[in-house]
């Protein structure tokens, strides 16, 4: 089991950017983040196999979001360009990886989640 700190999010403007940070105490296969707006169900937003490199995006955010990785610091970004307002939503970072046959954006797959950051875009 893995700690996980995130940092950033807010209250930006429609076509804004934000990032978020994440760092976790120790090793995990994979990092990512999932977002959860009032009403809704969770959503996986991207996600990086952490030995990999390998990467993956919601299609509501592909072109728009990046996930990168700083191995040194044990820290997983999400870059947030071109926002919407349908991306507010509480952000979640999340980690370690479940028995099961999960895809790698499935919210299921993490055993670890961090306490979240909302993120807000106006109109």
């Known amino acids: 089991q893995v700690q996980l700190v995130e940092s950033g999010g807010g209250s930006v403007q429609a076509g804004g950017s934000l990032r978020l940070s994440c760092t976790a105490s120790?090793?995990?296969?994979?990092m990512g983040w999932v977002r959860q707006a009032p009403g809704k169900e969770r959503e996986g937003v991207a996600t990086v196999y952490i030995d990999y490199g390998s990467t993956f995006y919601a299609d509501s955010v592909k072109g728009r979001f990046a996930i990168s990785q700083d191995n040194a610091r044990k820290t997983v970004y999400l870059q947030m360009n071109s926002l919407k307002p349908e991306d507010t939503a509480m952000y979640y970072c999340a980690a370690g990886l479940r028995p099961g046959a999960y895809n790698a954006l499935d919210p299921r797959r993490y055993s670890d989640w961090g306490q979240g950051t909302q993120v807000t875009v106006s109109s």
């Open positions: 120790g090793y995990t296969f994979n």
